[in-house]
Each structure stands twice: as C-alpha cells, then as structure tokens.
C-alpha cells in the first residue's frame, strides 16, 4: 500500500524559508511522477510543483522561481524547497504520486495527510 507522509510545514514570515519533505513508501512502480498541492480555506486544491521519475519538473507560475522541487530516488523522498515566501503561498500542502505523469492536476491517484504551511505579513 503506498504511503505519503509529508514533514516540515510551520508558520514563517513574509521573506522566509520552508523545507517540506514526502517520504513515500509502498509503490514498486519505477516510473512515476510525483507532485505538491496546496489548498487554503474556502479555495480549490492547486498544483504547485511536481517532478518526474526523470527528473523533469514543472511549477505553477505563481511559484517559479522561489520554490524548488527535487527527488531523492534511493531515499524515495521529494522535497519543496520554499523561498520567499508570501502570505498568499499559506494553506495545506499535500504531497501526492502515481504512474501517471499529472503534473499539476488533481488527478493524482495517492495522497498524503497534508502539513500546514503559515505565512505572516
């Protein structure tokens, strides 16, 4: 059974640093992609980063170039680096996987719990 388990959210302020890691375990699949979401009260769940088992990546417009997305593949874990952070970038960001490379679509067949990332002004 594949699991997500996301780490590393708390509550920073404008101009600051996060490190989120998804430590996934369970899946045999060697290809894959793998992504994070984010999704802030009263608001639909948005893709902002995901990577493929090849290393291509791809980000949301809203993030690019302050968040960094990488993959440890002996370590099966994938990591957003945030930076410069905005209070807009604050909500719940979930970790998710599957064999098909959904990039920024919800469509992903596995989930995490979420971790809490808070941004103040």
């Known amino acids: 059974q594949v699991q997500l388990v996301e780490s590393g959210g708390g509550s920073v302020q404008a101009g600051g640093s996060l490190r989120l890691s998804c430590a996934a375990s369970?899946?045999?699949?060697?290809?894959?992609?793998m992504a994070w979401f984010r999704q802030a009260p009263g608001k639909e769940r948005e893709g902002v980063a995901a990577v493929r088992s090849d290393g291509s990546t791809w980000y949301a417009d809203s993030v690019k170039g302050r968040f960094t997305i990488s993959q440890d593949n002996l370590k099966s874990t994938v990591t957003l680096q945030m930076t410069s952070l905005k209070p807009e970038d604050t909500g719940m960001y979930y970790c998710a996987a599957d064999r098909v490379n959904w990039w920024l679509l919800p469509r992903y067949e596995y989930w995490g719990r979420g971790t809490q990332v808070t941004v103040s002004s």
């Open positions: 369970g899946y045999t699949f060697s290809s894959r992609c």
